[in-house]
């Protein structure tokens, strides 16, 4: 059963250390997306690759956010250093476009 | 801005009865898809619905479009217990990039 996974399901830190999120997209998948989901802001797309190499990082904060793939099977998503706004839940998702996106459990990151 | 706004925010209604839950969006599209989401858990796809489309059905779904009104509707016949959950319009901006804009969701509570 092909499925996205995500690590860690839980994070919590402290404000000004560095967090590393990685996703294991579905094998074959071309595309992948980073998403940010808050209560307030709903579902944003941060970044999203295609054949590894980024297309769009426009919805992300440049200057603390990166977003790799350093191979086909791993894409991180780093926030260096890390504030109380960023805790969110963080999906990454992937496709063969444009068919449907299939997500990950997500990410929840709490940065006290 | 938000591609896709959902309407109500919020819909609680008893099993069996009939759900529905609109979508708007702003620009010209390729596609619409309809997500499910489980509390705490990804984004599932339900549906899709190409622009040269005007309803579309899969099970007890039920999805409509209106490209010159620019929206959506998602009807969830006989509901049941098991779909509360929140569920997302998502568009892709006529772009064949794969990538989606979320709206913000319906929550949907079925009462048993």
């Known amino acids: 059963d092909a499925r996205v996974t995500q690590t860690p399901r839980h994070k919590v830190t402290e404000m000004g250390q560095e967090v590393t999120m990685r996703c294991q997209p579905i094998?074959?998948?071309?595309?992948v997306f980073w998403y940010r989901q808050t209560m307030m802001q709903g579902l944003e797309l941060l970044a999203y690759?295609?054949?590894?190499?980024?297309?769009?990082d426009s919805g992300m904060p440049k200057d603390r956010f990166s977003a790799e793939m350093p191979d086909a099977t791993l894409a991180t998503l780093k926030i260096q250093p890390s504030e109380p706004r960023d805790s969110a839940v963080y999906f990454c998702?992937?496709?063969?476009?444009?068919?449907?996106?299939?997500f990950g459990e997500g990410s929840r990151l709490t940065v006290l | 801005s938000q591609q896709g706004e959902e309407d109500p925010q919020a819909l609680s209604i008893q099993e069996g009865e009939n759900a529905t839950m609109n979508c708007s969006y702003k620009?010209?599209?390729?596609?619409l898809q309809w997500y499910r989401q489980n509390s705490g858990r990804g984004l599932v796809h339900l549906i899709l619905i190409r622009s040269n489309e005007r309803e579309k059905h899969s099970g007890r779904l039920r999805v409509t479009l209106d490209t010159s009104e620019k929206s959506s509707s998602l009807l969830i016949t006989a509901s049941r217990a098991a779909d509360t959950a929140s569920y997302f319009c998502a568009t892709d901006g006529s772009s064949n990039t794969g990538k989606l804009i979320f709206g913000q969701g319906t929550t949907l509570q079925v009462k048993p």
């Open positions: 690759f295609r054949n590894r190499a980024p297309l769009d």
């Open positions: 998702a992937s496709a063969v476009p444009p068919g449907e996106l299939f």
């Open positions: 094998l074959g998948h071309n595309t």
């Open positions: 620009t010209s599209i390729n596609n």
